[in-house]
T-cell receptor, first 113, second 115 residues
Framework: QQQVKQSPQSLIVQKGGISIINCAYE??????FPWYQQFPGKGPALLIA?????SEKKEGRFTISFNKSAKQFSLHIMDSQPGDSATYFC????????????FGSGTRLSIRP | GAVVSQHPSWVICKSGTSVKIECRSL??????MFWYRQFPKQSLMLMAT?????????EQGVEKDKFLINHASLTLSTLTVTSAHPEDSSFYIC???????????FGPGTRLTVL
């Protein structure tokens, strides 16, 4: 059972545009929602994360929007740059130190110059 | 942020041999570490939770006798792929939580190729 659904599978955005990736979750016990960026041959790196007590979190060009009632959250990358080209994973976890992180299926983002 | 290392970064082995992959937390202690497997162009799938001083917890469908996990210290977990076969070829990644928010820090991954 896929607990975190992610879309789109791939995305092409022009340089300077806004990249938007969407995720939905099923388990209401999740209370930690991180986004990871992964480059080929590397491990994933935390980009930004949110907890359900806020509806939006912004760090630089990256913003998470969170809709608790709809059980959906999204990543917005403003002013997308070629260096942002990577695979992005949304994820969810109950949040304690021993908790598993459940990953979405990933979005391959390509920023065209 | 905290740093997690893995060794080796890549390994090629013959079918039937065993391969050990190390995961270390370099600047923090981790009573729990996680092992993931990632096939090309796919997501990370959790294989098992490594617990310091006790047995690992395996996800459904993961053979515990094939993927041996040892968490002997607060900074080291090892994954041994026993009697490896070509279908075990994959990218193996570990992670460890650290900090008040229990943020997960991931290692750089180990590329295993079984011939």
């Amino acid at each position: 059972q896929q607990q975190v659904k992610q879309s789109p599978q791939s995305l092409i955005v022009q340089k300077g545009g806004i990249s938007i990736i969407n995720c939905a979750y099923e388990n209401t016990a999740f209370d930690y929602f991180p986004w990871y960026q992964q480059f080929p041959g590397k491990g994933p790196a935390l980009l930004i994360a949110i907890r359900p007590d806020v509806s939006e979190k912004k760090e630089g060009r990256f913003t998470i929007s969170f809709n608790k009632s709809a059980k959906q959250f999204s990543l917005h990358i403003m002013d997308s740059q070629p260096g942002d080209s990577a695979t992005y994973f949304c994820a969810a976890s109950p949040g304690s130190s021993a908790s598993k992180i459940i990953f979405g299926s990933g979005t391959r983002l390509s920023i065209r110059p | 942020g905290a740093v997690v290392s893995q060794h080796p970064s890549w390994v090629i082995c013959k079918s039937g041999t065993s391969v050990k992959i190390e995961c270390r937390s370099l600047d923090f202690q981790a009573t729990t570490m996680f092992w993931y497997r990632q096939f090309p162009k796919q997501s990370l799938m959790l294989m098992a939770t490594s617990n310091e001083g006790s047995k690992a917890t395996y996800e459904q469908g993961v053979e515990k006798d094939k993927f041996l996990i040892n968490h002997a210290s607060l900074t080291l977990s090892t994954l041994t792929v026993t009697s490896a076969h070509p279908e075990d070829s994959s990218f193996y990644i570990c992670s460890a939580p650290e900090g008040p928010g229990n943020e997960q820090f991931f290692g750089p991954g180990t590329r295993l190729t079984v011939l």
